[in-house]
């Protein structure tokens, strides 16, 4: 599949998670709406195996990777559908935007990856500026928008955490064996949070229906392996652009789709945060260039 192809899906899903989250819970518990979601998504991989003929891999890494990928899609896509609750999806996507710079960081404490350089100090600065911004403006309105707005920033943070984790582990793997395997292990996991809850089969809207087959479809399933295929084929620059990108579509489909309204104080955040993610990922270019 052609590169342009590959990357136009991954932003598209990615712009159109945070939003989708949000409608899949209407009507119902946001246990409910992650639980259903995954259990579809892990139906769906399986299906490709079988199609595939293709056996999942059970070497002590491979094992060691699908319960580290598995705790890190329970952790994070539980705090990610508490936080829709109360937040903007637009928000969501861009605090999700500081991804690359956090993986940075758990990249030099676990990894000893290069960190210490100007152009990603000040991009970290910037980007933690406009979160401390939006944070110190929604401590203004409740504690519930607080609530969920720390929600979304540990899911973010552990989700960083946990892809240095799986690169640390470094098993061989296809983007589907790692997929399947840490559905395996998260599935449980969702349904006993589920059972524990509520326990509740909701009838829910035919708007959160397809928006939960939409995610465990594309978010779960597609959206996983355009990305891993990415990294791949494609160079980091490309793949760092995604992030960048990713928060203003979702902004404006959260504005336009579900009437999300932001601050002049909230917007001004949200440009500091872009800009330090941007200078992050392509300062040193800057720099270089100007010497």
């Known amino acids: 599949m052609p590169i342009y192809l590959v990357f136009l899906s991954v932003v598209a899903i990615w712009s159109t998670t945070p939003l989708a989250i949000q409608w899949s819970t209407l009507g119902s518990s946001f246990n409910f709406g992650v639980t259903s979601r995954m259990v579809i998504g892990l139906g769906i991989c399986l299906l490709l195996l079988l199609i595939k003929r293709q056996k999942l891999t059970t070497s002590t890494l491979a094992i060691s990777n699908y ?24 928000i969501i996507s861009v605090v999700f935007g500081l991804t690359p710079i956090i993986t940075g960081i758990f990249a030099l404490l676990l990894l000893k990856e290069s960190f210490f350089k100007f152009h990603k100090i000040a991009g970290l600065l910037l980007g933690l500026s406009g979160l401390m911004v939006i944070f110190g403006h929604t401590l203004t ?28 582990t470094n098993a061989h793997i ?4 790692t997929t399947t395997g840490a559905l395996i292990v998260s599935v449980p996991l969702f349904i006993i949070s589920w059972f524990l809850a509520e326990g509740v089969i909701p009838q829910i809207s035919l708007k959160a229906t397809l928006s939960i087959g939409y995610l465990a479809l594309f978010g779960s399933v597609i959206g996983f392996m355009s990305y891993y295929y990415l990294i791949r084929h494609a160079s980091v620059r490309v793949v760092g652009i995604v992030p960048l990108i990713t928060p203003v579509f979702a902004l404006l489909l959260g ?9 002049m104080t909230q917007l001004s955040g949200i440009i500091l945060v872009l800009i330090g993610l941007g200078y992050y990922e392509y300062g040193g270019k800057i720099l270089w260039k100007k010497r």
């Open 174 to 177: 296809s983007a589907l064996e």
């Open 67 to 90: 319960i580290y990928a598995g705790i890190g899609i329970f952790t994070t896509m539980t705090l990610v559908y508490y936080s829709s609750q109360t937040i903007p999806s637009g």
């Open 141 to 168: 309105f409740s504690s519930e928008l607080l609530s969920g707005l720390l929600a979304v920033t540990l899911a973010m943070v552990f989700q960083s955490f946990i892809s240095v984790k799986l690169k640390q």
């Open 255 to 263: 504005s336009g789709l579900n009437h999300e309204s932001l601050t």
